[in-house]
Structure formats: C-alpha cells, structure tokens
C-alpha cells in the first residue's frame, strides 16, 4: 500500500455538522466526509483490494467506495486529521495477514502435574469433612 498515492486519491466533502452547537454549527461545514473507491485505486494491488473487499466487505457502498466521516472537532481542519489516521488505520487492519494457528497439545509433564494438583485439593477437600462415629 502506498500512502502517499493513497492520499492524492482520498476525495474530501465539507457537510454541515448536527447535534448541539448553537450559531456555530448552523453557519460552519466542519464534519469532514472521505470517499475512497477501492477499485479504480492505483495505490493498491489487485491482492490488496480482494483483501479489502473481502474483510471490509459491509463498509464499502456497492461501488467499492469507503466512506468515513469524522465530526469529532469543532475544526475542519483536526477532523480532515482524524478521518485520514482513521482510514489509513481500518485500511492497515483490513490488510493485516492473520498467523496461522498451529493446533498444540499440553505435555505429559504439564497433564501429570494438573492431576496431582486435582488429586491433593481433593483430598484437602475430604480432610475438611466431619466424620460420623456412630
């Protein structure tokens, strides 16, 4: 994945924050949107995108484009920040090759040692009993 290419195709769109806010939110597009199509991307392989679309598959829209919003800020400018480290970061996970699991089973010292610490709690266990004498 090339970051630098990455970002020149990264297609931003200043909205109009919700919520509270009062005159500010009414008059300032501070919520940032990023469009990034997956396909037409010249960034990644043709490896890289089957693995993105696969892993990323409910995110992405019908086109393969991932969108991301970010209106954490009241600047446009720190939300622009978020929403990229955001992207590079879900691009990064969705990248990331998982190690294989190797299926192991516990040695026999380690077996032998779990019963003989089942056996001595036990008889702790029994030692606690009142005995009946009659």
């Known amino acids: 994945m090339n970051k630098a290419q990455l970002l020149k195709e990264l297609q931003f769109k200043a909205i109009r924050s919700g919520g509270a806010g009062g005159q500010h939110v009414n008059k300032v597009s501070s ?3 990023i469009a ?3 396909l037409a ?5 043709a490896l890289e995108k089957e693995r993105i679309s696969l892993k990323l598959g409910k995110r992405l ?3 393969k484009v991932l969108m991301i919003q970010c209106d954490e800020s009241r600047s446009q400018h720190k939300n622009k920040q978020l929403a990229i ?3 590079l970061e879900i691009l990064e996970m969705a ?3 998982a190690k294989k699991r190797r299926p192991t089973k516990p040695s026999k010292s380690a077996m032998e040692k779990r019963l003989q610490r089942k056996k001595s709690l036990a008889q702790k266990k029994q030692s606690r009993k009142k005995f009946d004498l009659e």
């Open 61 to 63: 829209t019908k086109e």
């Open 41 to 45: 991307s010249n960034a990644l392989s």
């Open 85 to 87: 480290i955001r992207l």
């Open 36 to 38: 990034f199509n997956v």
């Open 31 to 33: 919520k940032i949107e």
């Open 95 to 97: 990248l990331k090759v």
